[in-house]
């Protein structure tokens, strides 16, 4: 039983696409970066997608957003950076990390930023948004390790909305295991635009989404992979988990903007 749950046990997010209570305005959520671009609060209508208002421009819209395309709907306001070119260089995160001078791979997690770096010898590679833990279900902060990966993690306590099918956990880092047996995991998953999950960090899945919700029609957004083939150097076998005895270190600052739905 103990090994089921360190190998699939997780926070209710895992697997769950977003919380009962939706947040609608993505303008209130407040983030320390946000007095670095310039941005207007604009409510998507009917009809409205992000590739129709912002063409070209729509991944750095989404990504300024934290947000993923299934969730940019109208009734839904989004910040739009009054120049657009303001959103395609955006990075909250320090272009130097010191702590990781000496790591050859190294992560760091702003839980106040929601957003995910990637750093080589102190260096940052790249940065990504994240979905993080708030609430009751907070994401653990400090010095971590990522110890195990799986290519096609499943949950095994929640399933997609509306059916019976185990909620995908793709490209799975596992980062902790509490004293519960329970598993905290980096993996792709929904991306509402707000910290949504009960623990776990989230990144975007796109084509998970398609096979899940046939949205969006055209995924590609898909950090999680990203990031997992950056940590491996390669894809990883589907059905295995993969230990990783000198896995990449983690740090967890911050605290998660609070939402009030």
Known sequence: MLLVLMLGAHLPSDS??????KYRSLCDIAYPSDATVEWDCRLLRSGDSLERLFGDSWRDVA???RIDRRHAHAGVSIKVPRRLAAAEFFNPL???YSAAEEDERFVLIDLGEQFFGAYE???LRFALPIVSGNGDKETPTGEFRLTAAHHSHRSCLYTVEG???PYPMNHALRFYVNQEGVSYWIHGRDMPGYPASHGCI???DEPMQNEQYGVPEDPELNDAKKLFEWVLGGEGEDDKVIPLPQGPRLHIIGEAPKTEP
């Open 202 to 204: 989230g990144l975007y």
């Open 63 to 65: 990504r300024f957003n």
């Open 16 to 21: 769950y696409s977003e919380p009962p209570k």
């Open 163 to 165: 059916t019976d099918r």
């Open 121 to 123: 010898y102190g260096a």
């Open 94 to 96: 320090p272009l130097v």
